[in-house]
């Protein structure tokens, strides 16, 4: 795990390339590609669910262009929704631990 917010962005863009490109533009995932990313590196948000709706929901979000595909871009739109997603549960976590506001 990076240490830093320079090594955390050196890792998102790491993994992105780790699985774009593998069946066609080496710049973008197509929906095996996300579907694939999704399963190895986000499996707890997924609940191991390999619903392929779960993946063309996440596509339809993400694909804000609605070219069948999913740019670093519209990528970082998807962790940035859940790392705020997942910043609000510890804050709701926190709150009901030790009663402070």
């Not at 069946?23 to 390999?50: C, H, I, P, R, T």
């Amino acid at each position: 795990m990076s240490a830093t917010l320079q090594g955390t962005m050196e890792d998102l863009i790491k993994i992105f390339y780790r699985y774009s490109g593998k069946e066609g533009d080496k710049y973008k995932l197509n929906k095996v590609e996300l579907k694939n990313m999704l399963q190895v590196e986000l499996s707890e948000f997924l609940n191991g669910s390999n619903d392929s709706s779960v993946v063309e929901k996440i596509m339809s979000d993400l694909d804000e262009n609605k070219d069948g595909e999913v740019d670093f871009q519209e990528f970082v739109v998807l962790v940035a929704a859940l790392t705020v997603a997942c910043n609000a549960f510890f804050v709701e976590y926190l709150k009901g631990n030790d009663g402070s506001k």
